[in-house]
C-alpha cells in the first residue's frame, strides 16, 4: 500500500461522510444522519433503530437526498429539526420540507412533498426499522389501518413474506418498563422481516407491495406522511462503566468452519498473474463459477480447476442452468465437460437461471424447472459428487423458495450487505443478522450441512434489477458490485465478524467474495479507482485477516461471551498450549477490551501494519501478558491465551 490517508486506509476511498448531529430531550437520545433518525434510545434501551424518509428509483435503488435549509433548535426540554430535501437524477425530481419534533416521551417526523416532474418509484415514504436485538419473538399490539386491534409477536425465524400488513400502529416493550408506541399516518404500511438481508432490523415502510410498481408521482402530484413515537416509562439506565469490551473464553462449541474463496472465470488472467500471493492464503476450497449466458464453457471450467490445484483448495462447481423445459440435457452436457477434465468436482451446486431474479411475495413465479425433477437430473449426471442446492443469490429467495432437501447433501446460499442502505454503520450493523440468518437457514436444510458464500460486501449479482449499480467514482454506493471497503480496514473487520457469526451458529463452510476484482483480496488494475493501491498482487486488509480465519479449520471452536457484541466480534479455537483468538473491532472508534485471563502473544492487523509493509510481509507476534488492550478504529488483532 502506497502513501494513503487514514480514509482511504480504512475505508479504500476520501469520499467524505457528513457528521451525525447528537439530539437530546431528557433520557431521550438519537442521531441526525443525512436528515434521518437513527438509533433513539432512551437510557440505556434501543427504542427504535430508524425513521427514515426514503426515497427509491423504479430498479430499487436508493436516492441520497440533497438536503438545503437545515435548521436544529437543540433545548434544554427538546428538539426541533427542519430542512427542505431533493432527491433527482437526470429524469426526475422529488422535493420535500421534513419537520422533527423531540420530546422526552414524544418524537415525531412529518414531511410534506411534491414531485417536481413525473417521477417514476417503486417506493417514496417513511420506513421505521425495529431492531432484532430484544425484540424477535417479543410481543407486539398490531393497529391495523381499519383502527382493529391485535396481539402479535414479531417473528422469532425470518419470515419469508411480510408478518405484519395494513398497519397503522405498533406498540411493544423495548425494554423492560420502557414502552414504545409507533404511529404511521399517511398511507398503509406493512412490514417486512429485513433479516432475510442481512439488515438487523424489522422494517415498516410504504406502500405494500401488492400494489403496482414501479409507480408514477405525476408532475406537481403531493404527498404528505408522518411518523410519531410515544414513549412511557424509563428504560434501563445507560452504561456507566469504563466503557471496555470483555472477552471470556466458554465451553467447546463446535469446529471451526472451511474457509474459502469465490471465483469468476472473467478474473482468471489476473488471478493467475499473482497466484503466488493469493496461495499464502491458503482457502480450503475455490467456488468456481459458471454461467453459459456468459459464454463459459470448457476454457471456463479448465483454468477454474487449475487455478483451484495451484493453490491447493478443492474446487467446487456452482453452476448456472438456463433451459427450463431441456433442463436436463444441459445439466449432462455440463457433466460431460466435467468429465472430460476429469471430475475434479467433489461438490457440485446447480441453479437454475429463473431462480437468480427475486420473486416478491404476491407475484407469480417465473417459469423454472420443478425443483425434485432438476434435483434428480443433477444426481444422474453427476454420480456420487455431493449435490447442493438453495440459492446462489441472497437468503432470502433461500427462504421464499425451499430446496428439495430430500434430493440434496448440502444447502447454500449467499449474502450481500448493501441491499438498502450503503453507509458504514449499516454495512456493520447487518453482522447482527447473521445468528437469525444461520438459525433460519439451519431450520429450512433440517438434517443437512449448510454453507454459505461467496459473500461480500458488495453484490455480485443483482436479484432486483438489472446487475449491480455502478460506481465509478469509488464512493459509498447501494446495491454496487466494487465497494471500495472491500479494501479497506473496515471489510477485514467485517470479513471476522461475518466469519464469527457463522462459525458460532454451525455453519460448515463460509466463502468469501474472490480472488481478484471487485470482490478480491489483492490488488489489480481495475476500470474503476483505487486508491492507495499501485502495485499489482498487494494484499488487501482482508487478505490478511481470512490468512489468520483459514488455519482454523477443522479446530475445536470454544464459546466467546462479548459482553458488547455490536462493538466488537471474534472466533476462539484451542491450541495445543491454550487458546487463539482473533477479534476485530467493529466500529471506527478505539475500543479498550479487557480479558477475563492474560495473553501470552498479540498480533496486530490494522492499517499501520499495512502501510509500514506495503501488505508484503505478514504481521508479527508481540509477547504479552496483558489482561488489556486497545484496538484501533477497525483494527484486529490475534491473541494467544
Not at 424477535?136 to 396481539?151: F, K, N, R, T, Y
Not at 442446492?389 to 429467495?397: D, I, K, Q, R
Not at 450487505?417 to 453482522?431: K, P, R
Request: charged share 25%; hydrophobic share 40%; proline share 8%.
Amino acid at each position: 500500500m502506497g502513501q494513503t490517508s487514514e480514509a482511504i486506509a480504512l475505508f479504500g476511498t476520501d469520499e467524505p461522510v457528513a457528521p451525525v448531529a447528537i439530539l437530546r430531550a431528557g433520557a431521550l437520545t438519537a442521531e441526525l444522519d443525512a436528515g434521518n433518525l437513527r438509533h433513539i434510545r432512551v437510557g440505556g434501551a434501543e427504542a427504535i433503530r430508524a425513521v427514515s424518509f426514503i426515497v427509491r428509483d423504479r430498479n430499487w435503488g436508493t436516492y441520497t437526498p440533497q438536503i438545503r435549509d437545515l435548521a436544529i433548535d437543540q433545548r434544554a426540554d427538546g428538539f426541533t429539526v427542519r430542512y427542505e430535501g431533493e432527491t433527482k437524477d437526470d429524469r426526475q425530481s422529488f422535493r420535500y420540507r421534513a419537520t422533527i419534533e423531540g420530546r422526552e416521551d414524544r418524537v415525531s417526523f412529518a414531511v410534506e412533498g411534491e414531485a417536481a416532474t413525473d417521477f417514476d418509484t417503486n417506493r417514496t415514504g417513511f420506513v421505521v426499522l425495529h431492531p432484532v436485538e430484544g425484540v424477535a419473538g417479543a410481543p407486539v399490539e398490531i393497529e391495523h389501518v381499519d383502527g382493529s386491534l391485535v396481539q402479535g409477536r414479531f417473528p422469532d425465524l425470518i419470515d419469508p413474506v411480510q408478518p405484519m400488513m395494513d398497519l397503522r400502529a405498533l406498540t411493544h416493550e423495548a425494554a423492560l418498563g420502557l414502552k414504545v408506541a409507533c404511529r404511521m399516518e399517511g398511507d398503509t404500511f406493512e412490514m417486512e422481516d429485513q433479516r432475510n438481508w442481512c439488515d438487523a432490523s424489522y422494517k415498516t415502510y410504504v406502500r405494500p407491495l401488492s400494489r403496482p410498481w414501479p409507480y408514477r408521482l405525476a408532475a406537481g402530484e403531493r404527498l404528505t406522511q408522518a411518523v410519531s413515537l410515544s414513549i412511557t416509562g424509563t428504560g434501563p439506565a445507560a452504561e456507566t462503566a469504563d466503557g471496555a469490551v470483555r472477552l471470556a473464553i466458554g465451553d467447546r462449541a463446535g469446529v471451526a468452519p472451511a474457509l474459502g474463496l469465490g471465483f469468476d472465470p472473467g478474473e482468471a488472467a489476473a488471478t493467475c498473474r499473482v497466484l503466488p500471493r493469493l496461495a499464502e492464503l491458503r482457502p480450503r476450497y475455490l467456488v468456481c463459477h459458471f454461467d453459459p449466458r456468459r459464454d463459459h464453457g470448457r476454457e471456463a471450467l479448465d483454468a477454474s480447476v487449475a487455478i483451484a490445484r495451484a493453490l491447493d483448495a478443492e474446487p467446487w462447481l456452482e453452476a448456472i442452468i438456463v433451459e427450463v423445459e431441456d433442463y436436463a440435457a444441459e445439466i449432462e452436457r455440463l457433466a460431460d465437460l466435467a468429465r472430460s477434465l476429469g471430475s475434479p468436482f467433489e461438490t457440485v451446486i446447480l441453479s437454475p437461471a429463473a431462480d437468480l431474479k427475486s420473486t416478491t411475495p404476491g407475484q407469480a413465479w417465473p417459469p423454472a424447472p420443478p425443483p425434485a425433477d432438476f434435483c434428480r437430473a443433477a444426481r444422474q449426471s453427476f454420480p456420487g459428487v455431493r449435490l447442493g442446492g438453495g440459492m446462489l443469490s441472497t437468503f432470502t429467495e433461500l427462504n421464499r423458495k425451499r430446496p428439495p432437501r430430500d434430493h440434496l447433501d448440502v444447502v447454500g446460499f449467499t449474502t450481500m450487505a448493501l441491499v438498502h442502505a450503503c453507509d458504514d454503520t449499516s454495512v456493520m450493523e447487518g453482522l447482527e443478522a447473521l445468528p437469525s440468518i444461520a438459525r433460519s437457514a439451519r431450520a429450512i436444510a433440517g438434517p443437512l450441512p449448510v454453507v454459505v458464500g461467496p459473500s461480500a460486501i458488495g453484490l455480485r449479482m443483482n436479484p432486483y434489477g438489472a446487475g449491480p449499480v455502478p460506481n465509478p467514482g469509488n464512493g459509498r454506493v447501494a446495491m454496487a458490485l466494487n465497494d471500495p471497503r472491500q479494501r479497506g480496514q473496515l471489510g477485514a473487520a467485517w470479513a471476522v465478524g461475518y466469519y464469527a457469526h457463522l462459525a458460532r451458529a454451525g455453519i460448515e463452510a463460509v466463502a468469501f467474495g474472490g480472488t481478484t476484482g471487485p470482490s478480491g483480496v489483492v490488488h489489480t488494475a481495475q476500470a474503476w479507482p483505487t486508491p492507495g493501491y499501485e502495485t499489482e498482487g498487494e494484499a488487501y486488509p482482508i487478505f490478511h485477516a481470512l490468512r489468520e480465519l483459514a488455519v482454523l479449520l477443522g479446530r475445536p471452536l470454544r464459546a466467546l461471551d462479548i459482553s458488547a457484541p455490536g462493538v466488537l466480534q471474534g472466533v476462539a479455537v484451542e491450541a495445543d498450549d491454550g487458546i487463539d483468538l482473533v477479534v476485530a473491532n467493529l466500529t471506527g472508534e478505539a475500543r479498550d477490551v479487557r480479558l477475563a485471563e492474560p495473553a501470552k502473544s498479540i498480533r496486530r492487523v490494522g492499517p499501520a501494519v499495512a502501510r509500514a509493509t506495503r501488505g508484503d510481509v505478514p504481521p508479527v507476534d508481540t509477547p504479552s501478558a496483558a489482561t488489556s488492550f486497545t484496538l484501533g478504529p477497525y483494527e484486529i488483532a490475534c491473541l494467544h491465551l
